[in-house]
């Protein structure tokens, strides 16, 4: 069964930065994309960003510039978000997309005052 553990959500100022992570486990195949996507109140969940394992990455126009995906093994993927602003606010998931299959992470907060 494959796991998506996220951490590193939290509440920042605007201006702030944060980091998250997000490490995989359960599954033996490479997983092909990681990403994380992101759902405000009331609001359809969204892409943010996805890095492909060639190294590719596509964001979100909203957050070019100011976030950046990366990985430093096969089953870890970070986002580090820098110049935040409140409509940044939502609930952040970690997606992975494994042999035709996606998985989704619990989901971690983050919180961007004004």
């Known amino acids: 069964q494959v796991q998506l553990v996220e951490s590193g959500g939290g509440l920042v100022q605007a201006g702030g930065s944060l980091r998250l992570s997000c490490a995989a486990s359960?599954?033996?195949?490479?997983?092909?994309?990681m990403g994380w996507y992101r759902q405000a109140p009331g609001k359809q969940r969204e892409l943010v960003a996805v890095i492909i394992s060639g190294g590719s990455t596509n964001y979100a126009d909203s957050v070019k510039g100011r976030f950046t995906i990366s990985r430093d093994n096969a089953k870890t993927v970070y986002l580090q978000m820098n110049n935040l602003k409140p409509e940044d606010t939502a609930v952040y998931y970690c997606?992975?997309?494994?042999?035709?299959?996606?998985?989704w992470g619990q989901g971690t907060q983050v919180t961007v005052s004004s």
């Open positions: 997606y992975a997309f494994i042999r035709s299959y996606s998985y």
């Open positions: 359960g599954s033996d195949y490479s997983i092909n994309v």
